[in-house]
């Protein structure tokens, strides 16, 4: 069974750029079939795709944050990572990691969740 | 972007009745060239993380109990749940694959009555 588990510091000061990690286990991050994203939800809102990475590096950005996204994939690690500068208040959220299948080589849904990890940015 | 747009934003619904989420896109994530409607429902439980309950608009993830039940075509779709179990009380999401970026309704939270 597929898992992902998000892990990274839970409080980023206001400036400063917010590191998370995916690692995922049971399944080979190198699989063809397989995309991974991040996705935050702030408290009590709903949720918003930040973006996704398949094994090769190639990244799909949201527009809305695409200045300020790093996400990069280490194979030898089964890890995927993202980095987000120039953190706000308005950046404190659940980040959730997950899965995309794929259909036609194409991403498509989330199909695999990680539980979440909360970043509040506050100095 | 797609505008994923759902309604009601919150609905009680009695034990063992019918429970109905719509969901709207402001343009149609039905792709002609396979016939396939973009569309996904998830189900987010207080405190957990998001989980998927259909794709194509109307196929269930394995495991999924079969009183869930999606519809739909082009950019108006629905998701249903035949008889409300208590154990379906959550937030529930429609999501667009069509393009990214990737978009989500704004939830719609379900309770019982």
């Known amino acids: 069974q597929l898992q992902l588990q998000e892990s990274g510091p839970g409080l980023v000061k206001p400036s400063e750029t917010l590191s998370l990690t995916c690692t995922v286990s049971?399944?080979?991050?190198?699989?063809?079939?397989?995309?991974w994203g991040w996705i935050r939800q702030p408290p009590g809102k709903g949720l918003e795709w930040i973006g996704s990475?398949?094994?090769?590096?190639?990244?799909y950005y949201n527009p809305s944050l695409k200045s300020r996204v790093t996400i990069s994939v280490d194979t030898s690690k089964n890890q995927f990572s993202l980095k987000l500068k120039s953190v706000t208040a308005a950046d404190t959220a659940v980040y959730y990691c997950?899965?995309?299948?794929?259909?036609?080589?194409?991403?498509?849904?989330?199909?695999?969740w990680g539980q979440g990890t909360l970043v509040t940015v506050s100095s | 972007d797609i505008v994923m747009t759902q309604s009601p934003d919150s609905l009680a619904v009695s034990l063992g009745e019918r429970a109905t989420i719509n969901c709207k896109s402001s343009?149609?994530?039905?792709?002609?060239?396979?016939?396939?409607?973009?569309l996904a429902w998830h189900q987010q439980k207080p405190g957990q993380p998001p989980k998927l309950l259909i794709y194509?608009?109307?196929t269930r993830e394995s495991g999924v109990p079969d009183r869930f039940s999606g519809s739909g075509s082009g950019t108006d779709f629905t998701l249903t749940i035949s008889s409300l179990q208590a154990e379906d009380v959550a937030v529930y999401y429609c999501?667009?694959?069509?393009?990214?970026?990737?978009?989500f309704g704004q939830g719609t939270k379900l309770e019982i009555k």
């Open positions: 997950a899965r995309l299948t794929t259909w036609d080589g194409t991403m498509i849904f989330f199909d695999y």
């Open positions: 999501q667009q694959y069509y393009g990214t970026p990737y978009t």
């Open positions: 049971g399944g080979s991050i190198s699989s063809s079939s397989s995309y």
């Open positions: 343009q149609s994530v039905l792709y002609s060239s396979n016939n396939k409607n973009y």
């Open positions: 194509w608009a109307s």
């Open positions: 990475i398949y094994y090769s590096g190639n990244t």
